[in-house]
């Protein structure tokens, strides 16, 4: 693993976090839009270590941004429908295809524009680094060879690992923002507290779940395939 990669994952896993912990502690949620600011600037360097300037990386990028804009106006058109969105399912395939940079500004970048229609507020960043999150980790080389074989599979058992992935990560965007609502009653974590908040949130995040598993085995074939074809035609 080389520096690039290693400044990626610090900044994902370490700094953007702490990023979180300054806003709920110090700021008391307050200064959300500052937060989110510095969450969306943060998520944008991961991509930018491995920006050389050169016409494919330009490229790599449109298609990054084209992906947010899918993401976000698909969460909008899907409003009227409670918790079912395909951010999600947008995302993992940013990632699966473009690399865990790629997928973690997707989500983030997702986040902080759809909220434009939904409303921002302290619950935007949580929600950036969620989802973003759920990008990052789909992109990680082991489990993106995986994925993609997986979206590509043409029987049932085949597709099971994207299945997998789509179940897991409604679980998990489930349990990251439950920890921005335990924080946000008086800006400290209680344990128990959470684990209230994880039982009542059962039905909710088995909605995640299944518009997840859904919205994946749709649009993860075609997506995927249109997205490695761009990839060969303009050598990103």
Do not use: H
């Not at 959470?194 to 995640?208: A, D, E, N, Q």
């Amino acid at each position: 693993m080389n520096w690039k990669k290693i400044g990626s994952f610090a900044i994902v896993i370490i700094l953007i976090p702490i990023t979180l912990a300054i806003g709920v502690v110090l700021f008391k949620g307050r200064k959300y839009n500052i937060i989110s600011i510095a969450v969306a600037l943060l998520a944008c360097v991961p991509n930018l270590l491995f920006f050389e300037k050169g016409k494919a990386d330009t490229r790599r990028m449109v298609v990054i941004a084209v992906m947010v804009a899918i993401a976000s106006v698909g969460r909008v058109l899907f409003s009227p429908v409670p918790s079912f969105k395909p951010v999600t399912a947008i995302v993992v395939v940013t990632g699966i295809y473009l690399g865990s940079e790629a997928g973690f500004f997707t989500g983030a970048l997702t986040a902080v524009i759809s909220n434009m229609f939904f409303g921002q507020g302290p619950w935007t960043p949580f929600q950036m680094f969620s989802w973003g999150i759920l990008g990052f980790i789909a992109g990680l080389p082991v489990l993106q060879k995986i994925l993609k074989s997986s979206v590509q599979g043409k029987t049932l058992a085949s597709r099971l690992p994207i299945v997998v992935y789509g179940a897991a990560a409604g679980v998990l965007y489930s349990m990251l923002m439950d920890v921005w609502s335990t924080l946000n009653m008086d800006g400290t974590f209680n344990l128990l507290r959470y684990l209230v908040l994880l039982g009542t949130g059962i039905p909710t995040t088995v909605i995640y779940i299944v518009s997840n598993i859904v919205f994946l085995l749709i649009a993860a074939k075609p997506i995927g395939t249109r997205i490695e074809r761009i990839k060969i035609k303009y050598g990103i």
